[in-house]
């Protein structure tokens, strides 16, 4: 069983940046990172992934301006977001997924004034 913590959500206005984290409670090793978003009345949708070997895949929405990255060292995975829109505003949620098992976080509100 691992747990998932994420920190670095706020309030930041258009334009601004955050730097999300995601404290793992064991290690990541051979387990697919992530960050998901879920805005009010919409789905789940996935921001950023990264492989144990570092390979990222993006949201179309989210290229170029946000980075994932993972520091097994640490167990921890972060989200860079640069350029912040108002549309970014969501609740993120960390997400690990091994051997065919899902985790999540609680989940840290971040909400992009215009």
């Known amino acids: 069983q691992v747990q998932l913590v994420e920190s670095g959500g706020g309030l930041v206005q258009a334009g601004g940046s955050l730097r999300l984290s995601c404290a793992a409670s064991?290690?990541?090793?051979?387990?697919?990172m992530g960050w998901y978003r879920q805005a009010p009345g919409k789905q789940r949708d996935m921001v950023a992934t990264?492989?144990?070997?570092?390979?990222?895949n993006y949201a179309d929405s989210v290229k170029g301006r946000f980075s994932i990255s993972r520091d097994a060292t640490k167990n921890a995975v972060y989200l860079q977001m640069n350029s912040l829109k108002p549309e970014d505003t969501a609740v993120y949620y960390c997400?690990?997924?091994?051997?065919?098992?899902?985790?999540w976080g609680q989940g840290t509100q971040v909400t992009v004034s215009s």
């Open positions: 997400n690990g997924w091994r051997w065919g098992r899902d985790y």
């Open positions: 990264i492989t144990s070997s570092g390979r990222t």
């Open positions: 064991g290690s990541i090793d051979n387990m697919r």
